[in-house]
């Protein structure tokens, strides 16, 4: 499995902008940060520990293997996340259990909610 940092990231790490400082880790797909997609689904479920968000990101597009493979994910700062897909910042304080999905209209509630874990 690459590290992260062997990862060809759509955005240079020295062109990150602080958007949404200090919000804590989450997880994100490469479909964002290595392939250039908007978040089209993202959701907040409870954090492992005080340096998690419990945030999500996804594009939504990602296939069951896709998803299984590790090796398509990593943890990044929420702000990093913010700089790909500056839409994601007026929903960070949405509660646990919230997600959003993106419609013609943009990210909209997900009347599911957050997948149970």
């Known amino acids: 499995m690459p590290t992260p940092s062997a990862k060809p990231f759509r955005i240079p790490a020295d062109q990150i902008r602080p958007l949404a400082p200090g919000r804590g880790g989450a997880i994100c797909t490469d479909r964002i940060t290595v392939d250039g997609c908007r978040v089209g689904y993202l959701y907040r479920t409870a954090p492992y520990n005080e340096h998690d968000s419990g945030w999500a990101f996804?594009?939504?597009?990602?296939?069951?293997?896709?998803?299984?493979?590790?090796?398509?994910h990593g943890v990044y700062d929420v702000n990093t996340i913010a700089n790909y897909d500056p839409e994601i910042i007026p929903l960070l304080d949405a509660p646990i259990g919230s997600a959003f999905i993106r419609t013609d209209a943009g990210l909209v509630p997900d009347p599911a909610g957050a997948p149970q874990e």
């Open 58 to 72: 996804l594009a939504g597009d990602e296939s069951d293997a896709y998803m299984e493979d590790l090796a398509h």
